[in-house]
């Protein structure tokens, strides 16, 4: 049956139609004159994008190295992003829950807490560490590749990278599997009430959670299937991206409706999802990174669960019978101006 729900562009939602003032500007902003501030969630997607995770060293300088380089994290993008406008150069930091006391010495955001495994019936959503994550943007692979030199020249020895995945546009924001991915982002005023905390935490307000997972795929397998066998697992159609009818309540639902989060209420939660496809022909390696910010965690960690354990139980997201994760961290994305304050002396 056709799925009215969903015909409305979500922007007419009058759920969505209030848009929540951050404390801090972290919207997109005007991009002729000036560059995109450091932590700008909703900058635009770009041709190219990294994704840095790295553990800080249990060493007796490293903590103040870290705050002072996220403190001025400003200032180092400037240089980079200064040299060509016109290629969105953008970068969030987020921190992990092990050292968002010790880092930062501020209330913890309400919800941070670190990746919890999820054990599904076949497949496994594994928890991996990370204490940073820099998603650093652009429509330059230069000026992402010089951001990292300089981030990482700055932190030296006071920090370990534990995964850097370099991913790449694939035609018309397609993932590697063939399908165009990112369509049901949030736009327009529910970007901001989709991912940025507000008064429901006050002294977080701004932030952003975000989760991310680097999955690679069997494409083997994969391309074993028809395509309509293909289109079932995702939930749209691969040449137009035509968006599938929900399967009946109790059998097997596509990838669209597990990732699909409703409170009691029947109120649906966006996430802004920023998926970049990474990997190497020569290497046989074929993945998708994804990377989801949200104003609440719990609306991930809900998907995760639907996608792994399945609804009902038992019948999981097929799409991991092709797709495996090879890691699952979750952070907390400061506003620009909590950032700033980390290197501040406070007793
Ligand atoms: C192998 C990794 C993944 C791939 C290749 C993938 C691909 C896709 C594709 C092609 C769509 C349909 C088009 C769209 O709306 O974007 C989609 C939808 C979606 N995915 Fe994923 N995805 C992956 C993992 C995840 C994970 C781990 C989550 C959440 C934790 C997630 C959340 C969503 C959401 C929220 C939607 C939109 C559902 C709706 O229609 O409301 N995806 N994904």
Known sequence: MFNQ?????????PRHSVRIHSPVNMSTQSRGRVPIEPQCVDAPLTQTATFL??????????????????????GLAKNVSIRDLSAVFACTVGIGSEVW????????PTELRPFATIQGGKHTAISTPGDLLFHIRSERRDLCFEFEQQLLDALGDAITVVDETIGFRYFDVRDLLGFVDGTANPVGPAIPSSIFVSEEDALSA??????????????????????????????????????????????QQSHKSLATVEDESGNEHDILRDNMPFGSPGLKEFGTYFIGYSKSLWVIEQMLKRMFIGDPPGLHDRLLDFSAPLTGTTFFVPSLGLLKTLDIKRS
Do not use: C
């Open 5 to 13: 729900r969903r015909f409305y562009s979500r922007s007419l939602d």
């Open 53 to 74: 995770v790295v553990t800080i060293n249990n060493t007796p300088s490293a903590v103040g190295v870290v705050r002072s380089v996220l403190s001025n994290i400003d």
């Open 101 to 108: 006391d010790s880092l930062t010495r501020l209330p913890r």
């Open 206 to 251: 701004g932030g952003s959670y975000v989760v991310v997972q680097k999955y690679v795929h069997d494409m083997n397998a994969w391309n074993g299937l028809a395509t309509e066998q293909q289109e079932a697992i995702i939930g749209r159609r691969k040449l137009d991206n035509v968006e599938l009818d929900d399967a009946v309540s109790g059998q």
